[in-house]
């Protein structure tokens, strides 16, 4: 089996390396040709195969293999979407925070980093370690696979299978939950003894991770490093950073795998784009939530670039391949940044001597997207210097099948202080919350996990107060500088609203010592389980002038509205404000939008519109005030000593109802005042007009004209000359 496995590795080989070798372009969109699995096959469960014990090995700090990018160059620009302070973060609900896999549990650990990543499922939680994985249940915390180790190699998956996907346990891996079709997907690379250099991934038969799998090897020629997989309803996409033989980065790999064959355990196909060495670092976008994105929507892949994000739309079609597209990239502009570390190493641990590695040079694993309805949203986050330390940028694109699409918001969490925060992972719930997870420490502060997050209320490109998950107790030794290398947040596919996530951190000083956490957490203003809710209501403006101008008000559901459209009850508690008795949220669409009018006043008038569905209530504060004055216009000025000033006063607006009065006076009176105090303006009118005394003056001089009605002094200066 094992000679038939690598002849065809060889004969994949001689296929690949004319179309490899003119697939890139100036653009670096050249395609790749349908390639087929070097094998597949259906295992049997998992829970009756023995894990393949995880041997000890020499201690092995894996490589950087650096993404270069020849467009970017180093930011000269201040970051201006630096957040330095922050307020109180809104209540969560915290679940389980218990050890995963690493040297607390008992797991044997010879290589660094751990790339540390796992995924929620229906009934399981699966986190997987460079070289082991393991299957928790998700009430608990407690471990249900393997029973007897503390972990099962990664290759155990593919025991029986043959080849190097069984014999080699090479790491790189990702844990993923296809929340649509209740499935796990776990991939990892085969790349020692290439080429042909594979990608093994299994897809399980059931939501049980101990149960069966349908199994793959895709091969290629050149070495597929850091794969990251993202689920989408055509396809489970792929991307890697492909390296030549002499180890040269040659750029981006994308690749798309048929999701419908490997549901169905039958053979199949990838179809893949090689960019050139301009682009690297790049994440396929991963579905989060109920809502499939449009139907014929493209999977979008993005990296970073010059103060700008690159943004391509992969179009599959299976039928066909030559209509299959990768179109891109779109460039979308952000505020400056300095990638952390200039990509390399500079964070600070406790550990003077050792500084850890950040990985600044991509965007760090998930590029989350959700369909909310009435807009789609990507969020995606990257380690950038911050205030003579590093803080994570985060990002929420929004229409990115648009054209333009657009950057809704984006922040650097990096509040005011010594702190070094990288490694992040971000998601968002079905409310529209976003949690953002990642690693902290300084010289004084050992490695550690927290998480921040926000509401859609906050201001735009701002995150709440963070919250710790677990301090660390150790630095990593010298002469070993790697960390991380990614961490993963996911989101509950039962209630859409639980976060899990899952990092590294120390327990002691050392080397090879790492340990792992995964934590769980929700926010309070999402609620448990799939009942459509209000999500939010806001005004068009949260003060209006009285019987001039009307509001506008927009509620927002949590989900798309039923069958028959969501009726919204609405209250008011402002008297001259007027407010319908509810508004109607149209059947597949999450919100819509409703007029206040108001009514004449002569003070102003504070009060509250509440909305209410489905059992959640949001208040949104309204001011209705009276008229005040807008200009006040003086003629002539300049002016000579002794001659009469004509004032023209202007209200903001016209008042039907009331008389408006206006007060008169004067800064500097010896030298020009009102004739008189106060000046009625009529309802009905918007303009007054009074005269304005001046006195002989011997040498240029300066009053102020004051005019008030209902708030705001507006003053103008008169220049009196002799």
């Given at each position: 089996m094992k000679n038939v496995y690598m002849l065809?590795?060889?004969?994949?080989?001689?296929?690949?390396?004319?179309?490899?070798?003119?697939?890139?372009?100036?653009?670096?969109?050249?395609?790749?040709?349908?390639?087929?699995?070097?094998?597949?096959?259906?295992?049997?469960?998992?829970?009756?195969?023995?894990?393949?014990?995880?041997?000890?090995?020499?201690?092995?700090?894996?490589?950087?293999?650096?993404?270069?990018?020849?467009?970017?160059?180093?930011?000269?620009?201040?970051?201006?979407?630096?957040?330095?302070?922050?307020?109180?973060?809104?209540?969560?609900?915290?679940?389980?925070?218990?050890?995963?896999?690493?040297?607390?549990?008992?797991?044997?650990?010879?290589?660094?980093?751990?790339?540390?990543?796992?995924s929620i499922g229906a009934t399981q939680y699966v986190q997987w370690v460079n070289t082991g994985f393991a299957v928790f249940d998700k009430t608990t915390g407690n471990k249900i696979y393997p029973t007897t180790e503390a972990a099962a190699a990664g290759n155990t998956l593919w025991s029986g299978f043959g080849g190097r996907c069984e014999t080699n346990n090479d790491g790189d891996p990702i844990a993923q939950y296809d929340k649509a079709a209740n499935r796990w997907v776990m991939t990892q690379f085969a790349v020692s003894g290439g080429p042909p250099f594979l990608q093994c991934v299994a897809v399980s038969t059931t939501s049980d991770a101990t149960g069966s799998y349908s199994r793959y090897a895709f091969g290629y020629l050149n070495f597929n490093d850091y794969p990251k997989l993202g689920v989408w309803p055509d396809a489970y996409y792929i991307s890697y950073n492909m390296f030549d033989s002499s180890s040269n980065f040659i750029g981006s790999q994308v690749c798309a795998f048929d999701r419908s064959k490997m549901l169905a355990g039958q053979a199949a196909t990838q179809q893949c784009f090689q960019l050139n060495s301009n682009y690297g670092g790049l994440l396929p976008s991963d579905l989060d939530g109920t809502t499939p994105p449009p139907a014929g929507s493209p999977n979008y892949f993005l990296s970073f670039d010059t103060n700008s994000l690159d943004l391509w739309k992969f179009h599959v079609d299976w039928a066909n391949p030559n209509n299959t597209t990768l179109t891109g990239p779109v460039n979308l502009p952000v505020a400056a940044f300095n990638p952390a570390c200039n990509g390399g190493t500079c964070i600070q641990q406790p550990n003077p001597n050792q500084q850890l590695d950040s990985l600044g040079d991509r965007l760090m694993y998930r590029l989350a997207y959700r369909n909310f309805g009435d807009h789609e949203s990507l969020v995606v986050n990257h380690s950038v210097d911050a205030n003579g330390t590093v803080g994570v940028r985060w990002y929420e694109l929004r229409n990115p099948g648009g054209s333009p699409p657009t950057v809704y918001q984006q922040g650097t969490f990096a509040p005011n202080d010594t702190l070094y925060r990288w490694m992040g992972s971000i998601a968002m719930d079905k409310v529209g919350n976003i949690a953002m997870g990642y690693s902290l420490s300084n010289s004084s502060v050992f490695p550690s996990i927290r998480f921040t997050g926000r509401v859609p209320g906050d201001t735009l490109g701002t995150m709440e107060a963070e919250t710790s998950i677990i301090d660390g107790a150790g630095s990593q030794s010298p002469t070993?500088?790697?960390?991380?290398?990614?961490?993963?947040?996911?989101?509950?596919?039962?209630?859409?609203?639980?976060?899990?996530?899952?990092?590294?951190?120390?327990?002691?000083?050392?080397?090879?010592?790492?340990?792992?956490?995964?934590s769980s957490f929700k926010f309070a203003t999402c609620q448990a389980g799939s009942q459509v809710a209000l999500k939010s209501i806001t005004l068009s403006s949260p003060l209006i002038i009285g019987g001039c101008q009307t509001a506008v008000g927009t509620v927002t559901l949590n989900s798309v509205a039923p069958t028959g459209g969501a009726v919204v009850q609405l209250t008011n508690t402002n008297g001259a404000a007027t407010a319908p008795a509810s508004v109607t949220v149209p059947a597949g669409k999450t919100s819509a939008t409703f007029v206040i009018t108001t009514t004449s006043v002569t003070t102003a008038q504070t009060g509250t519109v509440t909305a209410s569905y489905g059992g959640v209530s949001q208040g949104a504060a309204l001011k209705v005030r009276p008229v005040q004055v807008k200009t006040l216009a003086l003629s002539p000025n300049p002016v000579v000593g002794g001659n009469i000033v004509t004032a023209t006063v202007t209200l903001d607006c016209t008042d039907a109802v009331h008389d408006t009065l206006v007060t008169l006076g004067s800064y500097n009176p010896t030298v020009a005042k009102p004739a008189v105090s106060s000046i009625t303006i009529p309802k009905g009118t918007r303009t007054g007009t009074f005269s304005v005394t001046t006195s002989t003056v011997s040498a240029a001089s300066t009053a102020k004209i004051k005019a008030t009605a209902n708030g705001p002094t507006v003053i103008v200066s008169l220049t009196v000359n002799p």
């Amino acid at each position: 089996m094992k000679n038939v496995y690598m002849l065809l590795g060889v004969i994949l080989c001689a296929a690949l390396l004319p179309v490899i070798g003119s697939a890139q372009n100036r653009l670096g969109n050249g395609k790749v040709t349908v390639l087929y699995p070097i094998k597949h096959d259906i295992s049997r469960p998992l829970r009756e195969i023995i894990p393949v014990p995880i041997l000890p090995e020499p201690e092995n700090e894996h490589p950087v293999k650096p993404v270069p990018h020849p467009l970017r160059n180093k930011a000269t620009m201040r970051d201006l979407a630096l957040q330095s302070s922050t307020q109180a973060l809104l209540p969560v609900t915290n679940s389980l925070n218990f050890a995963g896999v690493g040297i607390t549990g008992g797991y044997f650990v010879s290589s660094a980093p751990p790339d540390t990543n796992g995924s929620i499922g229906a009934t399981q939680y699966v986190q997987w370690v460079n070289t082991g994985f393991a299957v928790f249940d998700k009430t608990t915390g407690n471990k249900i696979y393997p029973t007897t180790e503390a972990a099962a190699a990664g290759n155990t998956l593919w025991s029986g299978f043959g080849g190097r996907c069984e014999t080699n346990n090479d790491g790189d891996p990702i844990a993923q939950y296809d929340k649509a079709a209740n499935r796990w997907v776990m991939t990892q690379f085969a790349v020692s003894g290439g080429p042909p250099f594979l990608q093994c991934v299994a897809v399980s038969t059931t939501s049980d991770a101990t149960g069966s799998y349908s199994r793959y090897a895709f091969g290629y020629l050149n070495f597929n490093d850091y794969p990251k997989l993202g689920v989408w309803p055509d396809a489970y996409y792929i991307s890697y950073n492909m390296f030549d033989s002499s180890s040269n980065f040659i750029g981006s790999q994308v690749c798309a795998f048929d999701r419908s064959k490997m549901l169905a355990g039958q053979a199949a196909t990838q179809q893949c784009f090689q960019l050139n060495s301009n682009y690297g670092g790049l994440l396929p976008s991963d579905l989060d939530g109920t809502t499939p994105p449009p139907a014929g929507s493209p999977n979008y892949f993005l990296s970073f670039d010059t103060n700008s994000l690159d943004l391509w739309k992969f179009h599959v079609d299976w039928a066909n391949p030559n209509n299959t597209t990768l179109t891109g990239p779109v460039n979308l502009p952000v505020a400056a940044f300095n990638p952390a570390c200039n990509g390399g190493t500079c964070i600070q641990q406790p550990n003077p001597n050792q500084q850890l590695d950040s990985l600044g040079d991509r965007l760090m694993y998930r590029l989350a997207y959700r369909n909310f309805g009435d807009h789609e949203s990507l969020v995606v986050n990257h380690s950038v210097d911050a205030n003579g330390t590093v803080g994570v940028r985060w990002y929420e694109l929004r229409n990115p099948g648009g054209s333009p699409p657009t950057v809704y918001q984006q922040g650097t969490f990096a509040p005011n202080d010594t702190l070094y925060r990288w490694m992040g992972s971000i998601a968002m719930d079905k409310v529209g919350n976003i949690a953002m997870g990642y690693s902290l420490s300084n010289s004084s502060v050992f490695p550690s996990i927290r998480f921040t997050g926000r509401v859609p209320g906050d201001t735009l490109g701002t995150m709440e107060a963070e919250t710790s998950i677990i301090d660390g107790a150790g630095s990593q030794s010298p002469t070993l500088r790697r960390w991380g290398d990614y961490s993963n947040i996911s989101v509950d596919p039962v209630d859409d609203c639980t976060m899990w996530y899952t990092n590294e951190y120390l327990t002691a000083n050392g080397k090879f010592n790492w340990s792992t956490r995964i934590s769980s957490f929700k926010f309070a203003t999402c609620q448990a389980g799939s009942q459509v809710a209000l999500k939010s209501i806001t005004l068009s403006s949260p003060l209006i002038i009285g019987g001039c101008q009307t509001a506008v008000g927009t509620v927002t559901l949590n989900s798309v509205a039923p069958t028959g459209g969501a009726v919204v009850q609405l209250t008011n508690t402002n008297g001259a404000a007027t407010a319908p008795a509810s508004v109607t949220v149209p059947a597949g669409k999450t919100s819509a939008t409703f007029v206040i009018t108001t009514t004449s006043v002569t003070t102003a008038q504070t009060g509250t519109v509440t909305a209410s569905y489905g059992g959640v209530s949001q208040g949104a504060a309204l001011k209705v005030r009276p008229v005040q004055v807008k200009t006040l216009a003086l003629s002539p000025n300049p002016v000579v000593g002794g001659n009469i000033v004509t004032a023209t006063v202007t209200l903001d607006c016209t008042d039907a109802v009331h008389d408006t009065l206006v007060t008169l006076g004067s800064y500097n009176p010896t030298v020009a005042k009102p004739a008189v105090s106060s000046i009625t303006i009529p309802k009905g009118t918007r303009t007054g007009t009074f005269s304005v005394t001046t006195s002989t003056v011997s040498a240029a001089s300066t009053a102020k004209i004051k005019a008030t009605a209902n708030g705001p002094t507006v003053i103008v200066s008169l220049t009196v000359n002799p």
